[in-house]
């Protein structure tokens, strides 16, 4: 088993924060969001950890570097990441992918080691990890039914909120088995991107696969006590921060937010 994570975008929203980093690389509470994710991987007895990078590609490969990861480690550039989406960084992986089985993972996450334990130790060869939608929540979302099947594939365009009491949202941590990447994934892929461009999301992908209703991936409801959160603004992160914080601290943070607790699960 290795794992692929996408690390190619800008992080645009993060305006100054990625001036000079990139966006995986801003910290929360002192730790970055990369190297957070690196430490967690580098204890599941990977053999390999494969990047995709792109703005600022060797300035941050060097970062990585320095973190002395032990699990091996395999840089790919996406050089046109300004021009593409990250649907062309999940295809600059693909020969990694249909020749070993693949945890894929979204460069903006921050999360619970048990997260990626809980995706391991499932027997299912290829998983969407999803949590029950909560109205802090945005993005792609999904319905399921109670084998985990999944259902219906939600972009965030098709967003129904008379409808969001039955969905799931997508976490953006995938498990791909390599028979799953080499036989229906990349050459649904591949079609697709020669049709649409490069210009557009992996999940696209996934929409169509799931459309065809048989049931090559499921849906892994995570455990109510994993945290996580995707950051992909300055008030995500501060969220963030909060949410994995601790004690009087974790309290003061909610406190000076001055409102906006629904956004925090669980409190």
């Given at each position: 088993m290795?794992?692929?994570?996408l690390?190619?975008?800008?992080?645009?929203?993060?305006?100054?924060?990625?001036e000079?980093?990139?966006?995986?690389?801003?910290?929360v509470?002192?730790?970055?969001?990369?190297?957070?994710?690196?430490?967690?991987?580098d204890?599941?007895?990977?053999s390999?950890?494969v990047?995709?990078?792109g703005?600022?590609?060797?300035?941050?490969?060097?970062?990585?570097?320095s973190?002395?990861?032990?699990t091996?480690?395999?840089f790919?550039?996406?050089?046109?990441?300004d021009?593409?989406n990250?649907?062309?960084s999940?295809?600059?992986a693909?020969?990694?992918?249909?020749?070993?089985?693949?945890?894929l993972?979204?460069?903006?996450l921050?999360?619970?080691?048990k997260?990626?334990t809980?995706?391991?130790?499932d027997?299912?060869?290829?998983?969407?990890?999803?949590?029950?939608?909560?109205r802090?929540m945005?993005?792609t979302c999904?319905?399921?039914?109670?084998n985990?099947?999944?259902?219906?594939?939600?972009?965030g365009?098709?967003?129904?909120?008379e409808?969001?009491?039955?969905?799931?949202?997508?976490?953006?941590?995938?498990?791909f088995s390599?028979e799953f990447?080499k036989?229906?994934?990349?050459?649904?892929?591949?079609?697709?991107?020669s049709?649409?461009?490069?210009?557009?999301?992996?999940e696209?992908?996934?929409?169509?696969?799931?459309d065809?209703g048989?049931n090559?991936?499921?849906?892994?409801?995570?455990?109510d006590d994993?945290?996580?959160y995707?950051i992909d603004?300055?008030?995500?992160?501060?969220?963030?921060?909060?949410?994995?914080s601790?004690?009087?601290?974790?309290?003061?943070?909610?406190q000076?937010?001055?409102?906006?607790?629904?956004?925090?699960p669980k409190?």
């Amino acid at each position: 088993m290795q794992a692929v994570i996408l690390a190619a975008g800008l992080g645009s929203r993060l305006k100054k924060l990625t001036e000079n980093n990139t966006k995986s690389m801003v910290e929360v509470n002192g730790i970055s969001l990369m190297e957070r994710m690196l430490r967690i991987l580098d204890t599941k007895s990977l053999s390999n950890i494969v990047v995709v990078t792109g703005y600022k590609s060797e300035f941050f490969i060097n970062y990585i570097k320095s973190l002395n990861i032990n699990t091996k480690l395999t840089f790919i550039n996406n050089e046109i990441y300004d021009k593409t989406n990250n649907i062309y960084s999940m295809f600059l992986a693909k020969n990694e992918m249909i020749n070993e089985d693949s945890i894929l993972l979204e460069s903006d996450l921050i999360f619970d080691d048990k997260m990626i334990t809980e995706i391991l130790e499932d027997n299912r060869k290829n998983l969407a990890l999803v949590a029950k939608y909560e109205r802090w929540m945005d993005g792609t979302c999904l319905k399921i039914n109670e084998n985990e099947d999944i259902l219906d594939f939600i972009p965030g365009k098709d967003f129904n909120f008379e409808d969001a009491d039955n969905y799931f949202k997508t976490i953006n941590i995938y498990k791909f088995s390599k028979e799953f990447s080499k036989n229906i994934y990349f050459p649904f892929l591949e079609a697709y991107m020669s049709a649409n461009g490069k210009n557009d999301y992996y999940e696209a992908i996934l929409k169509i696969i799931i459309d065809l209703g048989k049931n090559y991936i499921y849906a892994k409801v995570i455990s109510d006590d994993i945290k996580w959160y995707e950051i992909d603004d300055e008030q995500d992160l501060n969220i963030a921060s909060s949410i994995f914080s601790n004690g009087d601290e974790k309290l003061e943070k909610y406190q000076i937010r001055y409102g906006g607790y629904w956004r925090y699960p669980k409190l």
